[in-house]
């Protein structure tokens, strides 16, 4: 069965996996270590163009390529940045590589359990409760590129073309002009500003403000609790998320669990 979902790839399908999959994970460590933030959502659409061209109409083939290569990708950039913080902590990377490997496991297993809990039936999905924005996001670019990518029409399609020589500028400037570079703002952060919505970026801004602010008048107490505050808050959001749905939901959760 999963054989007749998922055909066997052709040779140029293979070709780009292969050489794709090092080249965005390259990318996205860049990305990563550049804006502290990792764009798996816009890399996987850049393999869903790629195999859009190569597979028109192969809906299967786009999505299951873009998840590939993006799930490799984002591993990378993750894998980078916990090795960094575990530096900055003085952690073992032996250590950290076998508890790493031990995540692979009960990671796995604590998220498929958690969604079939919170997530009761897949219809739910991209709905005003589960909005699941990524998601919607690839499932419209493989219905989108089902025809081709001409199927696009010119404007979407001269974006993209001009978007892309805009990144190559960018990253030629510095270069050319090294006296100038902290002039130039940074491609990745350009980019990464076109894939979410506005106020993110407004969030982001007002977040590096305030922390150059308290960099300049307490530099010591920047220096202590800058990336432990900032990092709570972030954690905070998600776990306050699913506490809220445990709230809402948790004696319906408790009774689908013990199969009551």
Known sequence: M???????ASTSETFVRGTGQPCCAGNLCRVTGETDTTPVGAMGKITQLAFGALSPGNMNVNLMSANITA????????LLTDLKSGYLLGAHPRKQFIAQFA???VGTLVTVLSFRLLVPDASVLGSDQFPAPAAQTWRAVALALSHGVRSLGPVKIWSIAIGGLVGVILTLLPRIFPAREHLIPSPAGLGLAWTFHWYYGLLFFIGAALGWWV??????????FTFPVASGWIAGESLMGVGIVMWENGPALARKLLGF
């Open 2 to 8: 999963l054989f007749t979902s998922f055909p066997l």
């Open 71 to 78: 799930a490799a990708a984002s591993s990378s950039a993750d």
């Open 103 to 105: 995540g692979i496991f």
């Open 215 to 224: 960099q300049k008048r307490h530099p010591k107490l920047s220096e202590e």
